[in-house]
């Protein structure tokens, strides 16, 4: 973890009550400014000249990477893995999502019509468009070649694997551009050396047990390789995490070198996995949680799949910024002046949930979005983040009233409590407590249109 200001000011002349304390030498009238500017990274260190030499030797040890970023995949669809800097999402945020990779075999008899399925794999999730994120090819036929060349003209990011350093060496020829990540499984570090040294592209190496992969990690670094990512082989259900977790805490919290490295998890090389949709689900999900950079999927699976998209993006949303959406009204379907008005907070979840139970439900509404920090219906409720107040004030900012004939409200079901305060803040307009879950939702709006067609007539 980097430093803060008051940490390296207690190191500075001014927090040691030195006589050179202040000089002002470094440009900054106080040891406090220039501490807070360092620990910004607005201003180096050697810029004070009476920085100790254990300053010196705690601020680069501070600064020392724990988990290596690596990069691979094409120029238009590059993937960024590793980088983290803590072992727990709440103590700061993870940065770099999990890659979820689907193993292909060359030799696969099905290879084309999977291919295909992959390429077409997306799905939108609160906002955001996901798809497979990358092909582990592995190398059993002599179409090896061919079949990387199919997979990168896609613009897949590829994870090239092979026994045999001269079938590695003829593909890369071909696709190297592509920057793929590369695994040459015999674990022969000169020939791993080699093919970095000769393509420029990350590569994996692997280890059949923590201590196996610290040593072949550090005769990798001994050779000047620097764009690693470890694997881990010859596991099992029970010590998978235990592993795993070792790793990551050696590169985090002892800045460990030879571990400081994102790490690949095949399923395959769980000794118990069976394959079943299950089974790889379960495994997947705590692969993600604890702690694999990339997780290599034995089958494509749809359900599977949209299960860890749905946990990762959960997982690397930054807690300290709630997925939000902006706050303004939004017509879904053909409105017109006598569709419903609905109103929510502008938590990205809750929205797009609503959203698409409006939209099942083929009646065109607005939907409007107040103001509320990122927070769900509830929680903003019981922050005063959703009043009243706020209500009329977004409606009065955004002319809901010149949208529609009606001065119908629809509030959701569960802050029913909020009907008198809105309609003090609205007295034109008429709240309706509507559905407690949005899967209700549909159900409701029917009922109402139904009544209120009833009503006009």
């Given at each position: 973890?980097?430093l803060?200001?008051?940490?390296?000011?207690?190191?500075?002349p001014?927090?040691?009550?030195e006589?050179e304390?202040?000089?002002?030498?470094?440009?900054?009238?106080?040891?406090?400014?220039?501490?807070?500017?360092?620990?910004?990274?607005?201003?180096?260190?050697?810029?004070c000249?009476?920085?100790?030499?254990e300053?010196?030797?705690?601020?680069?040890?501070a600064?020392?990477?724990?988990?290596?970023?690596?990069?691979?995949?094409?120029?238009?669809?590059?993937?960024?893995?590793?980088?983290?800097?803590?072992?727990?999402?709440?103590?700061?945020?993870?940065?770099n999502?999990?890659?979820i990779?689907?193993?292909l075999?060359?030799?696969d008899?099905?290879?084309?019509?999977k291919?295909?399925?992959?390429?077409?794999?997306?799905v939108?999730?609160v906002?955001?468009?996901f798809?497979?994120?990358?092909i582990?090819?592995?190398?059993?036929?002599?179409?090896?070649?061919?079949?990387?060349q199919?997979?990168?003209k896609?613009?897949?990011?590829?994870?090239?694997?092979?026994n045999?350093?001269?079938?590695l060496?003829?593909?890369?020829?071909?696709?190297?551009?592509h920057?793929p990540?590369?695994?040459?499984?015999?674990?022969n570090i000169?020939?791993i050396a080699?093919?970095?040294?000769?393509?420029?592209?990350?590569v994996?190496?692997?280890?059949?047990?923590?201590?196996?992969?610290?040593?072949?990690?550090s005769?990798?670094?001994?050779?000047?390789?620097?764009?690693?990512?470890?694997?881990?082989?010859?596991?099992?259900?029970?010590?998978t995490?235990q592993?795993?977790?070792?790793?990551?805490?050696?590169a985090?919290?002892?800045?460990?070198?030879?571990?400081?490295?994102?790490?690949?998890?095949?399923q395959?090389?769980?000794?118990?996995?069976?394959?079943?949709?299950?089974?790889?689900?379960?495994?997947?999900s705590?692969?993600?949680?604890k702690?694999?950079?990339?997780?290599?999927?034995?089958?494509?699976n749809e359900?599977?799949?949209?299960?860890?998209?749905t946990?990762?993006?959960?997982?690397?949303?930054?807690?300290?910024?709630?997925?939000?959406?902006?706050?303004k009204?939004?017509?879904?379907?053909?409105?017109?002046?006598?569709?419903?008005?609905?109103?929510?907070t502008?938590?990205?979840?809750t929205?797009?949930?609503v959203?698409g139970?409006?939209?099942?439900s083929?009646?065109?509404?607005?939907?409007?979005?107040?103001?509320s920090?990122?927070?769900?219906?509830?929680?903003a409720?019981?922050?005063?983040?959703?009043?009243?107040?706020?209500?009329a004030?977004?409606f009065?900012?955004y002319?809901?009233?010149?949208?529609?004939?009606?001065?119908?409200?629809?509030?959701?079901?569960?802050?029913?409590t909020l009907?008198?305060?809105i309609?003090?803040?609205?007295?034109?307009?008429?709240?309706?407590?509507?559905?407690?879950?949005?899967?209700?939702?549909?159900?409701?709006?029917?009922q109402?249109q139904?009544?209120?067609?009833?009503?006009?007539?």
């Amino acid at each position: 973890m980097k430093l803060t200001g008051l940490q390296i000011f207690k190191y500075l002349p001014g927090g040691k009550k030195e006589l050179e304390a202040n000089c002002k030498k470094c440009g900054l009238p106080t040891c406090m400014a220039f501490a807070m500017k360092l620990a910004k990274g607005e201003i180096s260190l050697d810029k004070c000249e009476h920085a100790s030499d254990e300053l010196k030797t705690v601020f680069e040890e501070a600064c020392q990477l724990q988990q290596q970023e690596i990069v691979f995949g094409p120029k238009n669809r590059q993937l960024k893995v590793g980088n983290e800097t803590v072992m727990f999402r709440h103590d700061k945020k993870f940065v770099n999502p999990a890659c979820i990779a689907i193993k292909l075999e060359s030799s696969d008899k099905n290879f084309d019509s999977k291919l295909t399925k992959i390429k077409n794999y997306s799905v939108e999730r609160v906002g955001e468009n996901f798809s497979i994120d990358a092909i582990a090819l592995i190398d059993t036929d002599e179409t090896f070649k061919e079949k990387a060349q199919q997979i990168a003209k896609l613009e897949i990011p590829l994870i090239l694997a092979s026994n045999d350093f001269s079938s590695l060496d003829n593909v890369l020829a071909a696709v190297k551009e592509h920057n793929p990540l590369v695994y040459l499984k015999n674990n022969n570090i000169e020939a791993i050396a080699e093919i970095q040294n000769k393509y420029k592209i990350p590569v994996i190496i692997s280890g059949n047990s923590v201590e196996e992969l610290a040593n072949c990690s550090s005769s990798a670094l001994d050779k000047g390789l620097d764009n690693i990512v470890l694997n881990l082989t010859n596991l099992t259900v029970k010590n998978t995490v235990q592993n795993l977790t070792y790793i990551r805490r050696s590169a985090i919290e002892d800045k460990f070198k030879p571990l400081g490295f994102p790490v690949i998890t095949f399923q395959k090389d769980i000794e118990e996995f069976s394959g079943d949709p299950v089974e790889q689900g379960i495994l997947g999900s705590f692969l993600i949680c604890k702690y694999s950079n990339i997780v290599v999927l034995e089958e494509f699976n749809e359900a599977v799949i949209y299960a860890f998209i749905t946990l990762r993006q959960n997982i690397y949303t930054d807690p300290e910024k709630p997925l939000q959406i902006e706050s303004k009204v939004y017509p879904i379907g053909d409105t017109d002046e006598n569709s419903p008005v609905i109103v929510t907070t502008n938590f990205a979840l809750t929205y797009f949930t609503v959203a698409g139970e409006i939209e099942s439900s083929n009646i065109p509404s607005y939907l409007v979005v107040t103001p509320s920090d990122g927070m769900s219906v509830l929680t903003a409720w019981s922050a005063n983040k959703f009043n009243g107040e706020i209500i009329a004030k977004t409606f009065r900012e955004y002319g809901v009233d010149k949208l529609v004939k009606g001065r119908k409200l629809i509030i959701p079901g569960y802050v029913s409590t909020l009907k008198e305060e809105i309609e003090e803040e609205m007295p034109e307009w008429e709240v309706i407590v509507g559905a407690n879950e949005a899967v209700d939702i549909a159900d409701f709006l029917k009922q109402y249109q139904n009544n209120y067609s009833a009503l006009k007539a």
